[in-house]
């Protein structure tokens, strides 16, 4: 019943979102990624997952995500796993760089979101992100969401800065928690300039406008998609929604694919895949991510 449910949801948006529309980048150039780098991915996979799994509390203690980055050092966590998404910001050893991460949701009550007015998008406040465009519109339901955990983060942030000395920040999520990393790795690095700012994401869905897929460009950015996940399809390109580049997509084979440009329409992409609205499967966006078998949600706590 469950799928079903999802089914029909995507389904009955997909008739409305099947119109044609620019493709991004017309060429599709795609490349494989080299299998000697894939295992680089395999700390941010678990950062991302453990999001899932740590529930706000004080101690990094969450089974094997935690185990598997285990030096590991916590700051702040928080978040409700509701209206404020979970979340937690640390210093990682291993990468020499701060961590901050952001949980997703559930696949049914993401679908129900993205169908709910909060798709409208709205302009990025200038007291969160000082000297930004204008013409930069974002996910106004993402943006709020964003706003409950913006000042915690940034503050445990200037924390662990001043205590490593270091300013490497790397955020990550996935799927929702992907579109939450975007937003606050823009917000960081606007309010503290001379950071190292990186984003690696899963299953995260289109953020925010043709402006904000340019802008978000210029940021060291990795967005991994797998096969038939449908969340990346959202919010549409019809309504004016854009990817930034960056794009790594896992095919069902689970072969490796760099896809150049913005929402690359090679069917080795995640635009391209999923072109035939009716060729999707809602598991796909719970992984596996890449051949450790990662696989994100709560129900893998």
Same mark, same amino acid.
């Given at each position: 019943m469950l799928l079903k449910t999802i089914s029909a949801v995507f389904l009955c948006s997909s008739t409305v979102f @099947? *119109?044609?529309?620019?493709?991004?980048?017309r060429s599709g150039t795609v490349t494989p990624v080299p299998v000697s780098t894939i295992p680089a991915y395999t700390p941010y996979k678990w950062f991302a997952a453990a999001a899932y799994c740590t529930k706000g509390a004080a101690n990094w203690t969450c089974g094997t995500p935690c185990a598997a980055n285990s030096d590991f050092i916590q700051y702040a966590a928080g978040g409700d796993g509701d209206a404020t998404p979970y979340w937690y910001v640390g210093w990682s050893p291993s990468l020499a760089? %701060?961590?901050?991460?952001?949980?997703?949701t559930d696949p049914t009550k993401f679908l129900n979101d993205l169908?709910? $007015?909060?798709?409208? /998008?709205? /302009? !990025?406040? !200038?007291?969160?992100?000082p000297g930004i465009s204008s013409n930069i519109q974002v996910h106004g339901g993402w943006?709020? #969401?964003?706003?409950?955990?913006?000042? #915690? #983060?940034?503050? #445990?942030?200037?924390?662990?800065? *001043?205590a490593r000395a270091s300013s490497n920040i790397t955020v990550v999520g996935h799927s929702l928690g992907g579109a939450l990393a975007n937003l606050n790795a823009v917000h960081l690095k606007l309010q503290l300039p001379s950071s190292n700012v990186k984003i690696v994401t899963f299953g995260e869905p289109r953020v925010g406008n043709r402006a904000w897929a340019d802008y978000a460009s210029t940021f060291d950015i990795t967005r991994i998609t797998h096969s038939r996940d449908p969340?990346? @399809?959202f919010p549409a390109r019809l309504i004016?929604?854009?990817?930034?580049?960056?794009?790594?997509?896992i095919d069902a084979a689970g072969r490796w694919n760099a896809c150049a440009g913005k929402d690359n329409p090679n069917a080795l992409c995640s635009t391209?895949?999923?072109?035939?609205?009716?060729?999707?499967? %809602? !598991?796909?966006?719970?992984?596996?991510?890449?051949?450790? @078998?990662?696989? $994100?949600?709560?129900i893998f706590c």
């Open positions: @099947a *119109a044609p529309v620019k493709d991004e980048n760089s %701060i961590v901050v991460a952001h949980e997703g169908s709910d $007015m909060r798709v409208l /998008q709205s /302009q !990025l406040p !200038l007291s969160y992100f943006l709020n #969401t964003f706003e409950r955990s913006a000042a #915690t #983060t940034l503050a #445990t942030v200037k924390t662990i800065i *001043a969340i990346p @399809a004016g929604y854009v990817h930034p580049e960056g794009e790594i997509h391209g895949e999923l072109a035939n609205v009716f060729n999707y499967n %809602i !598991l796909d966006h719970l992984g596996p991510y890449g051949p450790s @078998a990662v696989f $994100m949600g709560t």
